[in-house]
């Protein structure tokens, strides 16, 4: 899979709940992840235009679901989830 360009909200509510949306997207023009879950209600740019790799390995995050979730629904909500050691 290709690389994307995504930006990266995180909730101002639950500090390990995130959105992917593609890069350009305004969040404020969605209603599903904020029908799901209340705690992406209030968002905060975490950060913007990332060069995502799906392919990669991202600590605590399921990359090839989140890619997946944008592909087919235009976003992706994900919580990072602590490395076991």
Do not use: H
């Amino acid at each position: 899979m290709n690389q994307m360009s995504v930006d990266l909200y995180q909730s101002a509510t639950d500090p390990e709940k995130f959105l992917a949306l593609p890069a350009g997207t305004d969040p404020d023009e969605l209603m599903g992840p904020m029908t799901f879950d209340r705690d992406y209600a209030q968002i905060r740019r975490y950060r913007e235009a990332f060069r995502f790799d799906p392919s990669q390995a991202y600590a605590g995050v399921n990359a090839a679901k989140i890619a997946a979730d944008i592909l087919t629904v235009k976003w992706a909500t994900y919580r990072r989830e602590p490395s076991s050691s």
